[in-house]
């Protein structure tokens, strides 16, 4: 089946500084990439949608120039968090739906704990 | 707009005992329906999908769940626990056709098994 692929899967980093998540579709194109964060012992609440050649949209409530999102091919979103703060510290997935198939199913990649200190 | 109800943030069963989690969906236009499972620290793997054609649809490790739009219900079960079953499942939903691929996910439902 469609492979997603994200790196890293843990990061610590010093407050103020970036990171950059990235997701890779391995065996098909997405044109189409979500970022998801998720709160412990919570559900997956999407942040943006990753669009290939386009800006990315964001969800209510997310600041975009806080959480950059760059979709510069069709196999390999990021997402960079920006000046990072304790806050931001959380699970972040992402996931690329195979539009190959009839209701084209979501590949979620592995998943990358952020810790801020 | 969609919404997922999940029934029941944690569900504990014993080994071998039938494992049934609860899905109620609402959407203004017939769904395509999901349950994923979420083990620590890692992302999600799809279990099964609805999308048309026979409401009862089977998955990987043995667990079905079945489409009842009457209800508007997508009940995940399995007929017998095991111990490596014990993970999150979330419950999704999104629009059927179209090129809108968001999925809109339940709270999730944190299964443990009891030996």
């Known amino acids: 089946g469609a492979v997603v692929s994200q790196h890293p899967s843990r990061v610590i980093c010093k407050s103020g500084t970036s990171v950059k998540i990235e997701c890779r579709s391995l065996d098909f194109q997405a044109t189409t990439m979500f970022w998801y964060r998720q709160f412990p012992k919570q559900s997956l609440m999407l942040m943006a949608t990753?669009?290939?050649?386009?800006?990315?949209?964001?969800e209510q409530g997310v600041e975009k120039d806080k959480f950059l999102i760059n979709h510069a091919s069709l196999t390999l979103s990021t997402l960079t968090v920006t000046s990072a703060h304790p806050e931001d510290s959380s699970f972040y997935i992402c996931?690329?739906?195979?539009?190959?198939?009839?209701?084209?199913?979501?590949?979620f990649g592995q998943g990358t704990r952020l810790t801020v200190v | 707009a969609q919404s997922v109800t999940q029934l029941g943030s944690h569900v504990s069963v014993s080994e071998g005992a039938l494992v049934l989690l609860r899905c109620n969906y609402s959407?203004?236009?017939?769904?395509?329906l999901f349950w994923y499972v979420q083990y620590p620290n890692q992302g999600l793997q799809l279990l099964l999908k609805y999308t048309t054609g026979a409401t009862l649809v089977k998955g990987i490790n043995g667990f079905e769940a079945e489409f009842k739009k009457s209800e508007t219900s997508f009940h995940l079960t399995k007929p017998s626990a095991h111990m490596s079953d014990a993970a999150e499942y979330f419950c999704a939903v999104r629009r059927s056709g179209g090129s809108n691929y968001k999925l809109t996910f339940g709270k999730g439902t944190l299964l443990t098994v009891n030996p």
């Open positions: 959407s203004s236009v017939p769904p395509y």
């Open positions: 996931s690329a739906p195979d539009r190959g198939g009839l209701g084209a199913e979501a590949f």
């Open positions: 990753s669009n290939e050649g386009s800006k990315a949209t964001y």
